[in-house]
């Protein structure tokens, strides 16, 4: 069973358009977030929700925005897209508060704007 | 969260011990060592963390120095399926904020 899912895996669109990423996970974790890895490969934390409240939100633009239905699943919502936001986007989650240390990712999205 | 600095690239022999250093001389006390690693596109996979104890488990050991200011992470028998981007990162123990840096590129040759 995959533990944490993303769809879809190849996002091609183009600029000004609007999309949305979603992601799942299936292992009751209580802390879920959304990294963005460019084309130099540096992988920098976006947002990361716990218990469905924003803890983490980075310097991005509010163009993107997660939205958490609940506890299970953490979407990434992207309006007016831009050439700059062309990278990888991946998932994860993680159990806090319990002793566990471990974030698990999912597979990745890679979005493409032309 | 304490910066970490890693060399850019690595080699390694297939079956030798892969030794991947990582500094982290501005660890504050309560700070974890962790290690992840990805392989190609995919996501990063977690490997191993640490305080100030020596850790070992079924993927690699954990070696962090006493003054806590740098630590190892120790491949036993590398495989071709271990090269990777390797990232170490100092971050509290919820983990919540995870600054991954440009991390060790290694590469496992026959």
């Known amino acids: 069973d995959t533990a944490v899912s993303q769809t879809p895996k190849y996002l091609v669109t183009q600029m000004g358009n609007d999309k949305s990423i979603k992601c799942e996970q299936n292992l009751g974790h209580d802390t879920m977030y959304w990294y963005k890895q460019d084309s130099k490969k540096f992988l920098k934390i976006m947002f990361s929700?716990?218990?469905?409240?924003?803890?983490i939100n980075e310097t991005v633009p509010n163009r993107f925005s997660p939205k958490s239905p609940d506890k299970a699943h953490l979407n990434l919502h992207i309006n007016s897209l831009e050439l700059g936001d062309s990278a990888v986007y991946f998932c994860?989650?993680?159990?806090?508060?319990?002793?566990?240390?471990?974030?698990?990712f999912g597979p990745g999205t890679r979005l493409t704007v032309t | 969260d304490a910066k970490t600095t890693q060399p850019p690239s690595m080699d390694c022999a297939e079956g030798r011990a892969a030794n991947l250093p990582c500094n982290h001389s501005?660890?504050?006390?309560?700070?974890?060592v962790y290690w992840y690693r990805q392989i190609h596109s995919q996501g990063p996979q977690y490997i191993i963390h640490?305080?100030?104890n020596n850790e070992t488990n079924e993927m690699a050991s954990l070696i962090i120095t006493e003054d806590r200011k740098s630590s190892t992470l120790i491949l036993p028998h590398a495989t071709l399926r271990d090269t990777a981007v390797y990232y170490c990162?100092?971050?509290?123990?919820?983990?919540?904020?995870?600054?991954f840096g440009a991390g060790t590129r290694l590469t496992v040759k026959p």
């Open positions: 501005t660890i504050s006390g309560n700070e974890y």
């Open positions: 990162i100092a971050a509290l123990y919820n983990n919540n904020d995870m600054r």
């Open positions: 640490g305080l100030k």
């Open positions: 994860a989650s993680s159990l806090t508060g319990t002793g566990m240390y471990e974030q698990y």
């Open positions: 929700y716990n218990n469905k409240e924003l803890i």
